[in-house]
Nanobody, 119 residues
């Protein structure tokens, strides 16, 4: 089992910044990919960014150039630095950890942290 604890959400004005953190514990040796998803009211959960254990990153187009995902493997923590926030970024942000082995892959989710951007 893997436990994920998120922190760093809150209320910010448009143009501001927030940094989300997600600390993993438990059977973390099996974790390869970590990342963030978000879900806005009335919308489906969408991928925001992911990072592999080797540092390869992937972003949804709407956050490219504004958000940066990083990972501290020694602390088993993944971060999401969010700059130039706009109201469309308002959502509950969920941390994701993907166990690749043993097959099949399995997704672990955090409890979510609310990010609200006011105009």
């Amino acid at each position: 089992q893997v436990q994920l604890v998120e922190s760093g959400g809150g209320l910010v004005q448009a143009g501001g910044s927030l940094r989300l953190s997600c600390a993993a514990s438990g059977s973390i040796a099996s974790i390869n990919i970590m990342g963030w998803y978000r879900q806005a009211p009335g919308k489906q959960r969408e991928l925001v960014a992911t990072i592999s254990s080797g540092g390869s990153t992937r972003y949804v187009d709407s956050v490219k150039g504004r958000f940066t995902i990083s990972r501290d493997n020694a602390k088993n923590t993944v971060y999401l630095q969010m700059n130039s926030l706009n109201p469309e970024d308002t959502a509950v942000y969920y941390c994701l950890a993907v166990r690749m082995e043993p097959r099949p892959p399995y997704n672990y989710w955090g409890q979510g942290t609310q990010v609200t951007v006011s105009s």
